[in-house]
């Protein structure tokens, strides 16, 4: 059984930062691509970033480009998504999500997920 717990979610002012965190189940981090997917209230969810376990894929979405940093930590099994200069439009909830071979941003095609952390930013 694959699980992933997201935490450091919470309300920050516009400009403000934060720093989510996902830890996995061990077979995860070692096998699996990991990233970062969000869902804003009446809207699809979103791919936000992405890092294969080797770190030779990392990818953005074009919206939190050069304002989020996805990194991880194998030996803690640990993925970390930095936010800042938040806005807020990236108000969301936000998941951690796992697939063994895809790397990429399309939701749709991660396989595991997390119960996802809310992070509210308020203007």
């Known amino acids: 059984q694959v699980e992933l717990v997201e935490s450091g979610g919470g309300s920050v002012q516009t400009g403000g930062s934060l720093r989510l965190s996902c830890v996995a189940s061990?077979?995860?981090?070692?096998?699996?691509?990991m990233g970062w997917v969000r869902q804003a209230p009446g809207k699809e969810r979103e791919g936000v970033a992405t890092?294969?376990?080797?770190?030779?894929?990392?990818l953005y979405a074009d919206s939190v480009k050069g304002r989020f940093t996805i990194s991880q930590d194998n030996a803690k099994n640990t993925l970390t998504l930095q936010m800042n200069n938040l806005k807020p439009e990236d108000t969301a909830v936000y998941y951690c999500?796992?697939?063994?071979?895809?790397?990429?941003?399309?939701?749709?095609?991660?396989?595991?997920w997390g119960q996802g952390t809310q992070v509210i930013v308020s203007s």
């Open positions: 999500a796992a697939d063994q071979f895809y790397c990429r941003l399309d939701p749709a095609k991660f396989r595991f």
């Open positions: 061990e077979s995860t981090i070692r096998r699996a691509c």
């Open positions: 890092l294969s376990k080797t770190g030779n894929i990392i």
